[in-house]
């Protein structure tokens, strides 16, 4: 995922000023490398096994007629040969079901991810960040707070320009992200005088982790470059990740992969709907699912877009001139979906909001209610939900996930069914290597063993269950339960969160204590959520 480290130290400033230097006086001769102005593409080639990239000389233009096509003539990053990435070669070959599914993910965006890469000349390869980040899962969040294909954290995002509140995420939008994420790796490369390998590895680890790690070899006497350098080893796996999947997918035949065929065209067209829409609604005008239409749409977090913007949709190439016919037509009262509810006798804001699926707050809001007060025969205005859309749509594409989870079993002759399997964490582990070596996704990972916070440890047992990524039951046993722990002199809420290994707001959420009130008195019982294997309370 996407780090940022705002400043230098002064005294690293002094060894990079060289390589900046360097930067400033090659531009005329790095930045134009990939597209010259008549739109003519250039081969280029390596020396020395690191990733800058030099000119070689160029191809004749012409069209592709598939993405792969296009995607290849694009490629400039060095052929290496390198043990670590045989070893992440191996990891994917052992798991052809996993490369299935990332390509059938990957089909709504990776002609404008190819657009946008162009446009800013920036190496084909990056295409595939996607794959590595989130497995082209544009709904994908991490342990860290990342989000979207391209794994953004908050505070980077925004720095990227990303809008983020409770109506709208731009980091997981398809457009916002997707231009964010070039132009921040740009940066980053042009950081490192044009040197991807280490630009990759600092969007992973962060701009200075990486840029401490050169200045320590650089004290040394020693290298460098990437391979040299002295990473953790997610940030050590990261680089020659990507470089592994660019490679299989350079050679499909060798590697015995079967390419998906996605043309060369758009997938969508970016539709102005100038104020707030409801999302139901523009599925029905689009003749598409609601599902299809948040895959296209992944940024907006509730049942209708943000009512500050921004005010518009992607929508299927082929549904677009009809969804905005259907548009132009549409009443103004009419782009809002709303249900009429009658308060009954005992009934709260929330258990209404319960039984719609529905956020209580929007619900406060919508009606404007003070203190969520309301009474007996009092008339709501019900919003249609995100959860409900999400869950009808859900529903109503299990019978078509089940046969095409089938169908793709079957193109890898894979055994047919959900087998189960645990294994145990070794020492160095992370959840993306697991996940990788499993030929699962992380958060399906986190999912069925119930992690809290994404945290493992060595000699954890882990269950990893194939045949399908949508399933998300664990075991039968209960994840967690509910404790009660009293107080003792010197407790603070930190301190129990750490050593329960609870989040601090979620403390503060379960008994009542104020954000303004670090101290706790001793004697007082509180409740708190725990692993099933956690400590007793005391």
Known sequence: MPRFISKKSARHLSILLPMFIATGCSQLSTKDQLTDNSGSKFSVFTRGGTGKLHLDKPNENKEYDTIWDRMLSLYALPDIEHPRIDREINFYLRNPEYLSRVQERAEPYLYF???????????????????????????????????????????????????????????????????????????????????????????????????????????????????????????SAYVPRLLAIAKIFANPEKYNLNLYRIPNEPYFELVDIKSQLDLAKAAEMADTSVEHLFRLNPGFNRWSTDPEGPHRLLIPVGKAHSFKTKLAELPHHERIKWQHHTVGKRETLKSIAKHYHADMEQIAEVNHLNDYLIETGQVLLIP???????????????????????????????????????????????????????????????????????????????????????????????????????????????????????????????????????????????????????????
Do not use: C
């Open 113 to 235: 991810i190819l657009n946008e890469i162009e446009a800013k000349k920036i190496p084909g390869e990056l295409a595939l960040l996607p794959v590595v980040e989130s497995a082209f899962r544009p709904d994908a969040e991490s342990p860290a707070q990342a989000s979207g294909l391209w794994q953004f954290i908050p505070p980077t995002g925004r720095l990227y320009g990303l809008k983020q509140n409770s109506w709208y995420d731009g980091r997981r939008d398809i457009i916002e992200s997707t231009q964010a994420a070039t132009a921040f790796l740009k940066d980053l490369s042009e950081n490192f005088n044009n040197d991807w390998l280490l630009a990759l590895a600092s969007y992973n680890a962060g701009k200075g982790n990486i840029q401490n790690a050169i200045e320590r070899n650089y004290d040394r006497g020693m290298p460098t470059d990437f391979w040299s350098l002295s990473l953790n080893n997610e940030t």
């Open 384 to 538: 249609a939900s995100y959860q409900s859309i999400r869950a009808e749509a859900a529903t109503a594409n299990a019978t078509a996930s089940s046969a095409n989870d089938g169908n793709a079993t079957a193109r890898h002759n894979q055994p047919a069914g959900n087998l189960k399997q645990t294994i145990t964490v070794k020492k160095g582990d992370t959840l993306s290597d697991i996940s990788l070596r499993n030929g699962v996704d992380t958060e399906d990972l986190i999912a069925w063993n119930h992690l809290r916070g994404g945290h493992i440890k060595a000699g954890q047992k882990l269950l990893i269950k194939k045949g399908g990524d949508d399933i998300r039951v664990a075991s039968t046993e209960p994840a967690f339960k509910q404790i009660s722990y009293t107080v003792k002199s010197g407790d603070t809420l930190g301190g129990l969160a750490k050593k329960f290994n609870v989040d601090v707001t979620e403390l503060r959420k379960w008994n009542n204590v104020p954000k303004n009130r670090a101290d706790l008195k001793p004697g007082v019982k509180l409740k708190l959520i725990v692993e099933s294997n956690s400590a007793s309370a005391s």
